[in-house]
């Protein structure tokens, strides 16, 4: 057993999901704009905790059957643990609960860890966007994942 949990989004983590938001992104969003994900009725934020503090969290915007993963970050010192393994498999699971057929994101082409980790989770290439971000420019892969109804 461990310490980690996986919760539900509330605005007692907003700080901490704030904080790991700016550690992990060079263009990271706004406070303003995680509380709203968060609020939102067809999305899925879910944070992995110790205790009262959010540690990493991963969120999902739903639309006519379709997913797509916005955001998932694990603060750098609790990397490399499993945690953001356990938040991609809440995350599935609870879209698949709620009749999504299929998941798209966008990824930075260098980033080799996410990429592993949405590969090891059923997602696949289909194709580029070209310079689709900015500091520093990159292209993105777009990668999908069909889900098992359940
Ligand atoms: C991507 C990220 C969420 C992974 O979280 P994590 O808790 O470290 O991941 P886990 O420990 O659960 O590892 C799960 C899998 O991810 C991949 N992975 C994670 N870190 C990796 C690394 N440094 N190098 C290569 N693959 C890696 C592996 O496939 C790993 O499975 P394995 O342990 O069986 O090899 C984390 O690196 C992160 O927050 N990165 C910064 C934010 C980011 O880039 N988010 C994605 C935006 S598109």
Known sequence: MDTF????????VLADVVAIERESFSTPWTSE??????????????????????????????????????????????????L??????????EAADRRTEQIFLEVRQSNTPARNLYEKNGFTAIGLRKKYYKEPVEDAVLMQCRLTPQ
């Open 5 to 12: 949990d996986i919760a539900p989004y509330t605005e007692k």
């Open 33 to 82: 704009s995680l509380r709203q994900v968060g609020e939102m009725e067809n999305s899925i934020f879910l944070t992995v905790t110790e205790g009262n503090t959010a540690v990493g969290f991963g969120c999902i915007l739903l639309a006519a059957g379709e997913g797509e993963l916005v955001d998932i970050a694990v603060s750098p010192a609790y990397r490399k643990l499993g």
């Open 84 to 93: 953001g393994q356990r938040l991609m498999t809440a995350l599935l699971t």
